[in-house]
């Protein structure tokens, strides 16, 4: 990417800025993490600082030990949520994340085109393949990684293919002629596949505006379906030589599938625990992560790589030479091989490794300064051709989250590096920016 390319940007929904200690400040607001009100106003001010999209991730099972000190993944269904946002909007983005493991693809098809309708061209679909929840579904396991991208891949189609079923041009609504719509442009979709047989049409017509579709997961197969299907990756790179490798690989991969390489965006999650100075940024990482469950790290660090650390003096240095080969099937190899690839390339201590992002997180890339240490990375990495955006995962407290909307992404537009204005009205139309 050349220095002067606009970077996408995308705002989590997630309140990170609530979770480990924050979520006890005095001013989080915690009360208000189910209501409708709380999220318009953070969209509201998502919009007011231009960023393309308003993203929330989702999982369909509630993991109940964490639930004593912090809300964990406890949601509202994330189409419903932004479904109240669109009215409250009206150039954000609105991602929104379905999972291909467990719903039919009609439901899904109609549930996206919907908030397309309400939100009048603004709806995109994160397509993430679950990393748990079968037992929510009648399911005796989770099935495999590959089993599920190839399911995502039929199901992608199948849903695109809705899309197509009933299109716009169809709608007519002429009321000289009494023409509705003109059913020979009307088709069903005839699928018959391995995982889903759907006859269609889809029961709602398309939205004028094409819906972009976003991805999460990395392995061989996650970046091959990325690269065939997505506008947009939303990835884990805690360092900038991986976010490197990464969208060099899924550029390559969409030529290889006869796309524009410049059709997906490399857009990792970035968590900014941000402060007026460095010393106060470093307090408020320290204070949020303060009663972080280090049985719960190990147990982490186990189910990724093999590795059982729970003896270990906290000052033992980690190598390369004590993986075990890694374990077959990882809740998710993104995440198994960030952790495998740190341990290989740095020397550091179980007590340094317990605070890194790739065993405290998701292993995203990692802020935690001024905003114009921020600002500085941010741009080193674009220039570098690490990225094509990011997507804000602001952590901390309600302060952090304010100085990234009201602070950073501004100093990024006046630096010409993000826009300063919206300059359509869609989804598509910001991302093709
Ligand atoms: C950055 C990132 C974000 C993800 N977000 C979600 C999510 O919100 N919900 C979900 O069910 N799975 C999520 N996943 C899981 C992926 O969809 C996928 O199931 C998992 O990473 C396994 O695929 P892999 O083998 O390619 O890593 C995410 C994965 C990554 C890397």
């Known amino acids: 990417m050349s220095v002067t390319a606009k970077l996408h940007v995308?705002?989590?929904?997630?309140?990170?800025?609530?979770?480990?200690?924050?979520?006890?400040?005095a001013d989080s607001d915690i009360s208000g993490v189910f209501s409708s009100d709380y999220f318009v106003d953070l969209a509201q001010r998502a919009e007011a600082a231009h960023v393309d999209f308003v993203f929330r991730p989702d999982t369909l099972f509630l993991r109940t030990e964490g639930l004593e000190t912090g809300g964990g993944f406890a949601s509202m269904d994330p189409t419903m949520l932004l479904a109240a946002i669109a009215r409250e909007t009206s150039h954000v983005g609105l991602l929104s994340t379905v999972s291909t493991t467990f719903l039919p693809p009609y439901v899904v098809a109609r549930q996206i085109q919907s908030l397309n309708w309400l939100s009048n061209g603004r709806a995109g679909w994160n397509i993430v393949?679950?990393?748990?929840?079968?037992?929510?579904?009648?399911?005796?396991?989770?099935?495999?990684?590959?089993?599920?991208?190839?399911?995502?891949?039929?199901?992608?189609?199948?849903?695109?293919?809705?899309?197509?079923?009933?299109?716009?041009?169809?709608?007519?609504?002429?009321?000289?002629?009494?023409?509705?719509?003109?059913?020979?442009?009307?088709?069903?979709?005839?699928?018959?596949?391995?995982?889903?047989?759907?006859?269609?049409?889809?029961?709602?017509p398309a939205h004028a505006s094409r819906i972009p579709l976003v991805q999460a997961g990395a392995?061989?197969?996650?970046?091959?379906?990325?690269?065939?299907?997505?506008?947009?990756?939303?990835?884990?790179?805690?360092?900038?030589?991986?976010?490197?490798?990464?969208?060099?690989?899924?550029?390559?991969?969409?030529?290889?599938?006869?796309?524009?390489?410049?059709?997906?965006?490399?857009?990792?999650?970035?968590?900014?625990?941000?402060?007026?100075?460095?010393?106060?940024?470093?307090?408020?990482?320290?204070?949020?992560?303060?009663?972080?469950?280090?049985?719960?790290?190990f147990a982490s660090i186990r189910d990724m790589t093999g590795l059982d650390l729970t003896d270990w003096p906290l000052t033992r240095i980690v190598t390369a030479s004590d993986l075990p080969p890694p374990p077959e099937t990882p809740r998710s190899r993104t995440h198994a091989g960030l952790l495998r690839r740190l341990i290989e390339r740095e020397t550091l201590s179980v007590a340094e490794l317990l605070r890194r992002p790739e065993v405290m997180g998701s292993g995203h890339w990692q802020i935690i300064g001024t905003v114009e240490d921020a600002f500085e990375a941010i741009r080193e990495w674009a220039a570098a051709g690490a990225?094509?955006?990011?997507?804000?995962?602001?952590?901390?407290?309600?302060?952090s989250m304010r100085l990234v909307l009201e602070r950073l992404l501004p100093k990024l537009a006046d630096a010409g590096l993000f826009r300063t204005a919206y300059s359509g009205r869609t989804f598509a139309e910001h991302l093709a920016e």
């Open 219 to 297: 392995s061989p197969e996650g970046r091959d379906f990325a690269s065939s299907v997505a506008d947009a990756v939303f990835a884990s790179t805690p360092d900038m030589q991986a976010a490197i490798e990464l969208r060099a690989d899924l550029r390559r991969r969409a030529e290889g599938h006869g796309r524009n390489p410049d059709g997906v965006k490399m857009m990792p999650g970035l968590s900014l625990y941000l402060a007026e100075t460095g010393r106060e940024a470093l307090e408020l990482f320290t204070e949020t992560h303060a009663r972080a469950n280090r049985s719960r790290a």
């Open 129 to 204: 393949t679950a990393l748990d929840g079968h037992e929510n579904f009648g399911l005796t396991e989770m099935p495999s990684p590959q089993e599920r991208y190839e399911r995502a891949a039929e199901f992608t189609q199948v849903v695109k293919a809705l899309w197509a079923s009933f299109p716009n041009e169809a709608l007519k609504l002429d009321r000289e002629s009494g023409r509705f719509a003109d059913s020979s442009l009307v088709h069903p979709v005839a699928h018959e596949g391995r995982h889903f047989s759907v006859k269609g049409p889809l029961n709602l």
């Open 10 to 25: 995308g705002m989590s929904l997630a309140p990170t800025w609530l979770s480990g200690e924050a979520w006890r400040r």
């Open 387 to 399: 990225i094509d955006g990011f997507v804000a995962v602001p952590g901390g407290s309600v302060a």
